[in-house]
């Protein structure tokens, strides 16, 4: 009976761990498909906060709506985006609760294998919400001046929102409940995103303001899908915002990584 039974390999490469790994984002697709509900957030947000956010500041900001939407839409789309990240925590609390990572651990597969293939998965839960965000826009009147820089500034938009997605999958392990996750990401995300060039001017915020929106990243990525939508160039706010997605990424993926190991 011993010659019938095979251990599985102490160490998975990366081919296969990569693999396993695009396995597990089906897994996420397939949830999503099952459950639609879990895009309705991303489908009518952008919805709503495009229609409130141009009527109530499109007139006293630009004069009006049209004027406004060059303005609103860039800074929305990373708003939107960048919110819709903070899921990924709670769903992974969620998951951990029920025992679903437990399951996963004793499959022969690689451990990171799960966590990846839900960050990705998610993933497209932020490309709806840019869609959904233009759409809305261009339904408004909002006329990008580059089709392509628009593009250009979705895709940005995107990956700098699966680089936050693993922050906020640290806390996803570092919290014991999903409410407390979904509190403590909001209460850290509101403030960030709304202390911004996102909606309003910098120079219309009080000094101290100011200088607290001109640091934040989130207005140095607004800053960068401005311009990408208005001209279609890649100016130095790219290079800021590529630079800070690569600090997170460099910084939070191990420490998550660790954290999971430990504490699945």
Known sequence: ??????????????????????TMTGRGLLKIKHNPQQL??????????????????????????????????????????????????????????????????????????PLAGALLANAVRYVVATAITVCVGLAMGYRPGSALGLIAACGLVVLVAFTLSWIFAL????????????????????PITFVSNALVPVDSMPGWMQA????????????????????GSAGV???YTLAGALAVLAICVPITLRTYMRRT
């Open 1 to 22: 009976m011993a010659d019938d039974f095979v251990l599985p390999p102490n160490r998975i490469g990366v081919a296969a761990a990569t693999r396993q790994s695009l």
């Open 40 to 113: 309705f957030d991303v489908i009518v947000l952008p919805i709503v906060f495009t229609v409130m956010f141009s009527t109530i500041f499109g007139g006293a900001i630009a004069g009006d709506v049209t004027s406004y939407l060059p303005l609103l839409i860039p800074g929305l789309l990373v708003q939107v985006t960048v919110a819709a990240s903070v899921i990924t925590g709670v769903q992974l609390r969620e998951d951990l609760d029920k025992g679903v990572f437990d399951r996963f651990k004793s499959l022969p597969i690689a451990r990171i294998a």
């Open 171 to 190: 806390l996803g392990v570092l919290l014991d409940k999903a409410s407390t996750v979904q509190g403590v990401s909001m209460l850290v995300m509101m």
């Open 212 to 231: 607290c929106a001109s640091a934040n990243p989130v207005s140095h990525l607004v800053t960068a899908a401005r311009e990408l939508a208005t001209d």
């Open 237 to 239: 706010e790219i290079a």
